[in-house]
């Protein structure tokens, strides 16, 4: 290790440090807005570290973790959706945490889970990659769960819990599988080994099948999605929005980055399961979506059908899928920051409001809530000046440029039929009040907490990220397109 | 050399663990079952190591190890607190969010 | 510059629409009125003032603006204003002033909103007429359906919400067939020169293979056809026109509808001549099957306004005949029958909302004799009656008869079969005279006439549809180098001796002209 | 020495099917030590010592007595109850595969063959090498991930200080 | 002058805006003066041109004004433009004289309506649009006019909206004249197809360059204008809208459903003639057509209750002589009916409505009787009109121009003698009917007492038509009986003459001169015995006979009605009816498919995570299988 090496991996390094530092504040004196300040400032300096870090990029740090251009942007990524995050997290903890104990952990586990979504994106191994992807998991399962005194929450934890060991124990098999075949554990030479030999052997394909299958789990891909809509209703929704998007997002990261890697793509039966999955993906989701009653269970249908317009764009291959595939997920989180968000911040006591219900008129009583969610599901909707529609835009374009037509076509199609769930919500916002509803809005807005700077902030800069880029998405663009290109380049400094 | 019975093993572990996991409804028999998945895992990643002459699976061992540990503690808690709010480890009890 | 002003007055006006409705209820009406003027007199300014230069091979552009945006994919803001634009544009924003006035005493709730909605759909209308980027182009096709959208659902009546979600559906099940294409000319574009381009007239060139052009034409067509709409993907058109307000079913019938028809004859046709000929009996088919079609369902309808929607379907069959007729003549018609169609609907629609908002009903069941009670709705009513049903000296006449003449030459079965659609209309539009204005006058039904406002401006409509009708030089001079410019591949491609069609008519066409001298 | 392998394969597999099967906690937790120390004989058997050691030390000991914990703060210790428990079918399952894998291991000890199985330089220390080496990073994601587990159970396991009252 | 041409049409036109859009605020003085006014300036105008037409034209040939360029195109040119020959000289002057009777007329007739201004509204439109489509200098304005007075007919038939029937009769005349008007513009598409020009004049000399005799294209064209010239001039098999129409204000039957446009399928198939010539077949066709039209309309009238009915069968026979003139091309004695028809049945109309007005709206004969002391210019005038259409000899018009068709259909070369006797037998059908009427009207106990005669606006229109009922056929008489060929001679440039077949003889001609004689004064005397109150047949007729189920079937015309009815009018009916959207049903089908698609697939969400982990494990068994094997 060299100093070059620390300095590409400053952003782990500060992280970490960020967090053991969180830890012992906790441990020093508990203050849950000093620990929510420090946790912000944790990201913010983190995230002014990657330009230092972009310095010494790209660069391989041992054998474990790659550090490059590609790496740094989903850091970012996961970065400022963490902040986000954290600032929607304090005003919806202030009020759920009234009479309990405890809160300030949440922070410190979010940072871990956020240190393991940063390993993830860097991870060019199997052992970074599974401890990753486990940091991310574990510290998820206890925010899940964290509201434990609550019945939801648990029941979500629980299912999360045995669910992503599950895919845990999948994964690793999986990854012994390939291990056993190829002698090595890079993704890099796992790749190599087939290419020289020109056959690919079926216990490595195996292998390679269950690392997918435990990667698909935690995207949340049909049909091991099942886990999706419950965890994402019962979680705390920061949480819910945590999971849906950086969670999400690392594991993408990583995906791709295996993919390219490893050179699976060019490999007919990954080819097929791949476009399964994602067939799959966008009719289950979309489907189930259908006439969901509930806004969080929504919204967790709506997700497993994006990932499957993800993966259609993934299967495009070569660099317009990786730049696709960033584009599409930087979107995806931010218009899922918006809709969970509002969420969030219209949830006090109790329950949270995911019912349509509460939903019902919403415009005429709080126009910019309803206005900011309206964005966000028109975004999912890929409509345009939505940076949704330049998502669906670059995913139709992938797949047109591969020549997928099938798979673009079911995209269409389940484009078509998402729009009615979306509109669905849509109209309700533009509802006439209801009587439970004007009730629960009543509540609502009598809350003094109920809009603060801090959710105000943050929906503000997720509203305003989600029109700039579907306005104006070429910065964006290129700045994908220069990180995109290291990943694409293999034959960089590799111990 | 023993490793590819090994991973035969390692396998049929595996698919045991994977009964055990969906014929229990006790959380914490499920919990017995991914520890024997995990343990599945780890067998084969000795066994890779064994074939190859390899340390590198050994280590693999050794953060499967970690994982094991981190995770049996945090679904400790969950089930401590599942016994509390729900008086049940009844898997199918937990059912509440569905449709 | 003056492009995106064209564009960016009624968007910039939109919110000032909404926040107008706290200083006074008809503050929002008078900022949309007025906006929507200043735009009209803009598009009049520029299409008047401008001289005729050819910038690229591929059109007349009067005036032309050319802005980056996204060079990754050669995606730029380009706008171009030529004959047809600036015809549909007065076309917008005229009717856009109708719709307004239609809703003058309609909408009483939430006004403010309901002129930022109407504005931004506007705003988005005039940006697909001007846009020859064709991502820009999507990107205004879509962004007038949210507003269009919102004054469905909250503004409509009791069926809107069905309503809005068919309308929204089938519209952009359409176009995302439509981006597919987009997104693969552009792609074909990069296979051939290296780099994307969405620019109309880098695309126009293209080079593509017969099959290739086949499929692209056909997701093009789809596009256009639901917005148009034709057969078999009208469905959302009559439900939709019926629930939405008034002012939107305007908007939606005068507006709307011609973009589908500008996509046809500033996209589809142009982009893919090769193997138009090959669509254009299928196309001008369905035109037929939508004419026939629609009047027949439009006989069948007891809902007043579900009777005018249908028959905008009849009325649409025949831009889409036109269309694909291959003569200018024939797209000379298409353009007049967008602009007469643009007026006629405005009108009609405008009166069937005036009659529901004064006897909450659209069953012309339950109407009957009004013509001694609202003689001024009544007369004006029964002209635009008559300019459906295709009368000449009004602009509607001018419009299919152009098509059909224009039409005849490549088609001759097909236009016989259309001229059908002339004695259906006949039926049908009479009998919604008779069914309400006619007959027996019911106890119940007393109510004002049109306000001053709403009859002058129907008044002013008919003016207008008879002046086209008997000068319709303004138009069809305006838009003749364009649609010169847009039969020339198809005249050049076609082999002459592949005009005429199997039919029996034209075999004798064929040899009584060999006989003459 | 394959004969060993099967052997105590037979075992592992033996074992974790009564842990899958059987009805009472203890008694599956029981059979499921057996199965470890015996798989733990196979990672011996692979060359792995390490991992051998390990796997008694740290499963069969620290977490396997971690879920004991668990059973027992779950349910109430009757005597009664420890009785029923405590039958000749609970113990002597375990018992015999037990007995088995001791003899494997008193045969292993006295054939005193170590090397055979091995590969040829002391595996603990290329172990160590490796593990402070190129998976330095590894092994402070391991720490690392140590923190949500204990943080975690930390907060979920407590009982709320109101209900404790 | 001849330059004023073009106000001819505008003077109308003028009237009917001044009326529509201030039509509320103006006197009803105010509204009968500008109603007639415009019409009667317009006659005037007429008459100014007309002088002047003669002075510059001597030779008759024809003036052209264009005002604009209606349609100037990609390859299509048609202006606003009027042509004037003597033919069209000829309509414009019947329409307006006519017309300005009629509208003088009305200014009484329909003092008490409500929609005073809106009727002359509609009247000045009609004689606008009718003037139009005569003086239309192509066949696409003519095309304007045409449908101009079909939408007129429309409104005044349905003038009193109030009555539903009315309304249907309205909609019937409009859409059944719409079918013909169809054909009519299938036909301009072909020729436009084939010549690039609209032009009345180009096309007919393009055609006659281009086609041969009997070409099957000549045939289809003038096919399809015959249908056209058919739906407006009510013959078979189109003929079944006239009779409804009746229900508009009795004025307008005489003006539209009398005078005017029924005529116009004349004047555009006189107007085609060269196209006609073409096609030989099709004459023979419009021969045959017009011989059954008569004979059906005249024996239909004399069983009619309604004395509009009756006259409005007979208007259909009438203009059944001039399609057979046409046929035989005889165009100049079909237009020579032409004129004397509208004198005459004018002058019956006319003075039919002085008959209902005084009964208060009675209008069934049977119902009548005796009104000849009552109202005795009626009577008189009445009187004229019936022996002007019955062709009395020697002193009404209708016999010069009967008499006229007759003789051409006699010597016609394309003509056969069957149809001669058939169209004699249709003029003693004439008679009968005719006089059925004055009988049953005039004479005989007063059934309903009348209010008394009608003033002078309504009396002075009766006098000068009954003057030219009888005078007008002094323009031309058969050299047997005086040799007047004024009227042939003015219009020998705008017609050809007619073929006479060789080796015909003056005394043929004589004797078929008696022949129409013999057969209208039958018709007269027929009546006489059959309906002269006091006659024994008479009053057996009246009860007994009107029920009988053939007499019905006459009655209704021939069971047309009933006919058309069944064939196209409830299949229609029963279609709209029951043709939902089918296409929206099947995407509604659609969408309940996905949704109970959702609700099956929604089951699979059972919250049980064990369920989970089974779809986990067997969704991985399955892409193992799958793929890795």
């Avoid at chain 5, 049409?9 to 805006?17: E, N, V, W, Y």
Wanted: proline share 4%.
């Amino acid at each position: 290790m060299i100093l070059q090496d620390f300095i590409a991996l400053s952003p782990i390094l500060d992280l970490g440090a960020f967090s053991l530092v969180t830890m012992l504040a906790i441990a020093f004196k508990r203050h849950h807005a000093r620990i929510a300040v420090f946790a912000f400032l944790s990201c913010l300096l983190t995230l002014a570290t990657l330009p230092w870090a972009a310095t010494a990029t790209p660069r391989g740090v041992t054998m474990l973790l790659m550090v490059d251009r590609y790496a740094l942007l989903y850091m970012g990524l996961i970065l400022s959706t963490t902040m986000v995050i954290i600032a929607l997290s304090y005003r919806y903890l202030t009020i759920q945490f009234r009479e309990e104990e405890g809160v300030e952990e949440y922070y410190l586990l979010l940072l871990l889970a956020t240190f393991g979504g940063l390993v993830l994106t860097t991870a060019a191994h199997f052992v970074s990659f599974f401890l990753g992807f486990e940091l991310l998991g574990l510290s998820l399962c206890s925010l899940i769960g964290y509201l434990r005194t609550r019945r939801h929450p648990l029941e979500a934890a629980v299912k999360y819990l045995l669910l992503s060991i599950t895919a845990s124990a999948i994964l690793l098999f999986g990854l012994a599988l390939l291990y056993f075949e190829s002698g090595t554990m890079t993704f890099h030479s796992v790749g190599a080994i087939v290419k020289q030999t020109q056959t690919v052997p079926a216990l490595w394909l195996g292998g390679l099948i269950l690392v997918l299958v435990g990667i698909a789990l935690k995207l949340g891909l049909a049909p091991f999605h099942m886990w999706i809509p419950d965890v994402y209703q019962g979680a705390p929704t920061p949480i819910t929005t945590y999971i849906a998007t950086v969670s999400k997002a690392a594991v993408i990261a990583l995906l791709l980055r295996l993919t390219t890697e490893v050179g699976v793509l060019e490999m007919p039966p990954i080819v097929h399961l791949f476009s399964l999955l994602a067939v799959v993906s966008m009719v289950t989701g979309n489907v189930l979506a259908l006439l969901q009653q509930n806004v969080k269970r929504l919204l967790a249908y709506s997700s497993i059908a994006h990932f499957g317009y993800v993966l259609v764009a993934l299967l495009a291959g070569g660099p317009p899928a990786a730049e696709a595939v960033t584009f599409y997920v930087i979107v995806y989180c931010a218009m899922s920051l918006g809709a969970f968000g509002v969420v969030t911040v219209y949830s006090n006591e109790g329950e949270d409001k995911d019912r349509f219900e509460d939903y019902q008129g919403l415009f005429w009583t709080r126009p910019w809530l309803a206005a900011m969610l309206a964005l966000s599901l028109l975004s999912l909707a890929g409509i345009p000046v939505t940076a949704g529609f330049i998502g669906k835009f670059y995913a139709i374009a992938a797949g047109v440029d591969a020549g997928l037509w099938w798979l673009v076509l079911a995209l269409i199609a389940n484009s078509v039929v998402s729009l009615y769930y979306y509109l669905r919500l849509i109209v309700t916002l533009f509802g006439e009040v209801t009587e439970p509803a004007a009730v629960s809005q009543q509540e609502a807005v009598q809350r003094p907490e109920f809009v603060n700077w801090t959710t105000v902030c943050s929906l503000g800069f997720v509203a305003s990220i989600i029109l700039l880029l579907g306005v104006y998405p070429e910065p964006l663009i290129d700045l994908i397109r220069h990180s995109v290109n290291t990943l694409l380049m293999v034959a960089v400094q590799r111990p | 050399m023993l490793s590819t019975p090994a991973l035969v093993l390692a396998m049929m572990l595996f698919g045991l663990g994977l009964i055990g996991l969906l014929s229990r409804r006790n959380v914490l028999y499920m919990l017995l079952s991914l520890e024997i998945m995990l343990n599945a895992a780890a067998l084969a990643f000795i066994a890779g190591g064994a074939r190859w002459g390899q340390v590198d699976g050994e280590i693999m061992f050794l953060f499967i190890l970690t994982l094991a540990a981190a995770e049996v503690s945090v679904a400790l808690g969950i089930v401590l607190q599942l016994s509390y709010r729900f008086r049940t480890l009844d898997a199918d009890a937990f059912c509440e969010m569905k449709g | 510059m003056a492009l995106w002003l064209l564009i960016l007055i009624p968007i910039l006006a939109a919110p000032f629409a909404w926040m107008g409705e706290q200083w006074s209820r008809y503050a929002p009406r008078w900022i949309a009125l007025g906006a929507l003027a200043v735009d009209f007199l803009l598009a009049l300014l520029l299409g008047g003032h401008s001289d005729r230069v050819q910038i690229s091979g591929h059109g007349v552009w009067l005036v032309e603006s050319h802005l980056s945006w996204i060079p990754r994919w050669g995606i730029s803001l380009h706008l171009g204003l030529d004959g047809l634009s600036l015809v549909l544009i007065l076309l917008t924003a005229f009717v856009g002033v109708v719709a307004i006035i239609a809703s003058w005493t309609e909408i009483q709730s939430r006004v403010g909103l309901f002129h930022c909605n109407v504005l931004l759909a506007l705003g988005g209308v005039i940006g697909v007429f001007l846009a020859i980027d064709l991502f820009l182009f999507f990107f205004f096709w879509e962004l007038m359906l949210i507003p269009m959208y919102l004054l469905i659902v909250i503004w409509g009546h009791a069926q809107r919400r069905h309503a809005s979600f068919k309308f929204f559906l089938f519209t952009q099940a359409g176009s995302l067939v439509l981006l597919v294409a987009i997104v693969a000319l552009a792609l074909l574009h990069q296979q051939v020169t290296g780099r994307p381009s969405f620019d109309y007239g880098d695309l126009m060139g293209l080079p593509l293979t017969t099959d290739m052009a086949r499929w692209l034409m056909l997701a093009f067509l789809i596009g256009f056809l639901v917005k148009l709409p034709a057969v078999p993907v009208h469905t959302w058109l009559p439900d939709t026109y019926t629930e939405a307000p008034t002012g939107a079913t305007i908007i939606l019938a005068g507006i709307l509808a011609k973009t589908g028809a500008y996509g046809l004859l500033r996209f589809t046709i142009p982009l893919f001549p090769e193997v138009m000929t090959e669509f254009a009996p299928i196309a001008m088919g369905l035109g037929v099957v939508g004419i026939l079609y629609g009047a027949l369902l439009a006989c069948a309808q007891t809902d007043i306004k579900r009777l005018v929607a249908y028959s905008s379907i009849s009325h649409m069959g025949f831009i889409l005949l036109g269309a694909f007729a291959g003569t200018e003549l024939a797209l000379q018609g298409v353009v007049m029958q967008m602009v007469a169609h643009g007026l006629s609907t405005g009108g009609l629609f405008l009166l069937a909302g005036a009659l529901e908002e004064r006897y909450q009903t659209r069953e012309m069941g339950q109407l009957g004799g009004l013509w001694g009670v609202t003689p001024r709705l009544a007369t004006m009513a029964l002209f635009f009656a008559c300019a459906s049903l295709g009368l000449p000296g009004l602009a509607n006449f001018i419009g299919e008869f152009l098509v059909l003449f224009g039409a005849y030459a490549t088609q001759p079965l097909m236009i016989i079969l259309a001229s059908l659609g002339m004695v259906m209309a006949a039926i049908y539009s009479l009998g919604m005279m008779q069914r309400t204005f006619f007959a027996r006058q019911r106890d119940a039904l007393t109510a004002p006439d049109l306000s001053n406002l709403a009859f002058g401006t129907v008044l002013f409509i008919a003016a207008l549809q008879v002046w086209l009708g008997l000068y319709p030089k303004m138009v069809l001079t305006t838009t003749r180098p364009v649609m010169k410019q847009l039969v020339q591949p198809a005249v050049a491609s076609t082999n002459p001796t592949h005009l005429p069609s199997q039919s029996l008519l034209s075999s004798h066409i064929v040899t009584s002209q060999g006989m003459t001298p | 020495m394959e004969v060993l392998f099967y052997i105590t394969a037979a075992v592992t597999f033996l074992a974790t099917l009564r842990v899958i099967t059987h009805v009472h906690a203890v008694h599956a937790l029981l059979y499921l030590v057996v199965a470890l120390i015996a798989l733990s004989l196979i990672f011996y058997l692979l060359g792995a010592e390490f991992a051998a050691a390990l796997e008694i030390i740290i499963y069969g000991g620290a977490i396997m007595v971690l879920f004991i914990f668990v059973v027992m703060l779950l349910g109430p210790l009757a005597v009664e109850q420890e009785r029923t428990w405590l039958t000749p079918s609970a113990w002597i399952g375990p018992s015999i595969l037990a007995l088995v894998l001791l003899g494997e291991v008193g045969y292993l000890i006295a054939a005193g063959d170590h090397t055979a199985l091995t590969v040829g330089e002391p595996r603990q220390k290329a172990v160590s090498i490796a593990l402070f080496g190129p998976y330095i990073i590894g092994v402070e994601l391991a720490s690392m991930l140590l923190l949500p587990g204990l943080i975690g159970a930390y907060h979920l396991g407590r009982r709320l200080s109101k209900e404790a009252r | 002058m001849l330059s004023l041409l073009w106000l001819i049409p505008a003077l109308p036109l003028a009237g009917f805006l001044l009326l529509a859009l201030c039509g509320g605020r103006l006197t009803r003085p105010q509204i009968a003066w500008v109603g007639c006014g415009s019409v009667g300036t317009a006659a005037v105008t007429t008459a100014l041109v007309a002088t002047d037409f003669f002075r510059v034209f001597p030779e008759r040939e024809s003036y052209q004004q264009t005002l604009w360029n209606w349609i100037d195109t990609s390859g299509m040119t048609v202006g606003i433009s009027w042509y004037l020959d003597a033919l069209s000289l000829l309509m414009v002057a019947v329409i307006t004289g006519i017309g300005f009777l009629i509208h003088l007329y009305s200014a009484e007739y329909m003092a008490d309506d409500d929609g005073y201004a809106r009727f002359f509204a509609y009247m000045n439109l009609f004689v606008s649009a009718m003037l139009t489509l005569v003086l239309a200098d192509n066949l696409l304005l003519l095309y304007l006019g045409w449908e101009g007075v079909g939408l007129c007919s429309y409104l005044l038939i349905g003038f009193w909206y109030r009555e539903p029937e009315y309304g249907a009769a309205a909609q019937k005349a409009f859409i059944v004249t719409r079918i013909g008007d169809t054909a009519f513009a299938v036909g301009l598409f072909i020729l436009f197809t084939q010549f690039k020009s609209l032009s009345i004049q180009q096309v007919q000399s393009l055609a006659t360059e281009s086609w041969p005799v009997g070409s099957d294209l000549a045939i289809i064209v003038a096919v399809l204008f015959l249908i056209g010239a058919v739906g407006k001039s009510a013959q078979l098999p189109l003929q079944v809208w006239l009779p409804d129409a009746m229900a508009g204000p009795t004025p307008v039957s005489a003006l539209i459903h009398a005078a005017t446009m029924v005529t116009a399928g004349v004047y555009l198939i006189a107007r085609m003639h060269h196209l006609f010539a073409l096609a030989p077949l099709v004459q023979e066709v419009i021969a045959v057509l017009g011989l059954a039209t008569l004979l059906l309309a005249a024996t239909s009238a004399l069983v009619q209750h309604d004395i509009k009915r009756v006259l409005a069968y007979s208007t259909m026979s009438q203009i059944g002589y001039m399609f057979l003139a046409l046929g035989v091309g005889a165009w100049s004695a079909a237009l020579f009916h032409f004129l004397t028809h509208s004198c005459f049945k004018a002058l019956l109309f006319l003075a039919a409505g002085s008959v209902i007005h005084s009964l208060h709206h009675e209008q069934d004969i049977f119902k009548m009787g005796g009104l000849r002391r009552h109202l005795p210019w009626t009577f008189w005038t009445f009187l004229i009109g019936a022996a002007a259409m019955s062709g009395v000899p020697l002193v009404t018009s209708g016999f010069y121009s009967k008499d006229w068709i007759l003789w051409s259909v006699w010597s016609s070369p394309i003509s056969h003698r069957w149809i001669w006797f058939g169209a004699l037998f249709g003029a003693m059908l004439t008679g009968l009917y005719s006089f059925r009427l004055i009988f049953r009207v005039f004479l005989g106990e007063v059934r309903t007492q009348p209010t008394g005669e009608s003033g002078l606006a309504m009396r002075v229109p009766l006098v000068v038509l009954a003057f030219l009922a009888l005078t007008v056929g002094f323009l031309e008489m058969p050299h047997t009986l005086g040799n007047v060929t004024v009227f042939s001679q003015y219009l020998s440039h705008a017609l050809p003459t007619t073929e006479v077949l060789p080796g015909i003889d003056e005394s043929s001609e004589v004797r078929e001169q008696l022949a129409v004689t013999v057969a209208a004064l039958l018709g007269i005397g027929l009546a006489a015995l059959l309906f002269l109150p006091g006659s024994m047949v008479a009053s057996r007729w009246t009860d007994q006979s009107t029920d009988h189920s053939s007499m019905t079937l006459v009655q209704a015309g021939w069971g047309f009605d009933r006919l058309y009815d069944r064939l196209f009018v409830r299949p229609w009916f029963s279609l709209t009816r029951h043709s939902g959207d089918m296409l929206d049903r099947g995407y509604e089908w659609l969408a309940v498919c996905v949704e109970s698609c959702h609700g099956w697939m929604s089951h699979t969400q059972t919250g049980h995570v064990r369920w989970y982990a089974a779809t986990i494990a067997v969704g991985t068994l399955m892409l193992l299988g799958l793929f890795a094997l």
